[in-house]
């Protein structure tokens, strides 16, 4: 079992930074994809960013492209996403997941495990 929590949510205005982390902690952490996800008020969870167990692969979502980065270390079992030029349509709940497979997906229901998520609010 993995448990994942995730910090560094926060209000920020549009055009600001934010660098979320996700910690985990159980099972090792070092051979499972990962992944984040978002969900805003009134909308589906969506897919944010993945990366591989080595780092090696990486996806994201064409909105956040060039302005977000996946990450991980794994000798710290920590991923983060660190976030730029931030819009208020970033404006989420953001979880981070991980799968018992060392590759990346894009979809929520080849994940195994979530975070309760941190809240984003980017004002503009």
């Known amino acids: 079992q993995v448990q994942l929590v995730e910090s560094g949510g926060g209000l920020v205005q549009a055009g600001g930074s934010l660098r979320l982390s996700c910690a985990a902690s159980?099972?090792?952490?070092?051979?499972?994809?990962m992944g984040w996800f978002r969900q805003a008020p009134g909308k589906e969870r969506e897919f944010v960013a993945a990366i591989s167990w080595s780092g090696g692969s990486i996806s994201y979502a064409d909105s956040v492209k060039g302005r977000f980065t996946i990450s991980r270390d794994n000798a710290k079992n920590t991923m983060y996403l660190q976030m730029s030029s931030l819009k208020p349509e970033d404006t989420a709940v953001y979880y981070c997941?991980?799968?018992?497979?060392?590759?990346?997906?894009?979809?929520?229901?080849?994940?195994?495990?979530w975070g309760q998520g941190t809240q984003v609010t980017v004002s503009s």
């Open positions: 159980g099972r090792t952490f070092t051979f499972y994809g």
């Open positions: 997941a991980g799968r018992r497979s060392s590759g990346t997906s894009l979809r929520a229901h080849d994940y195994d495990y």
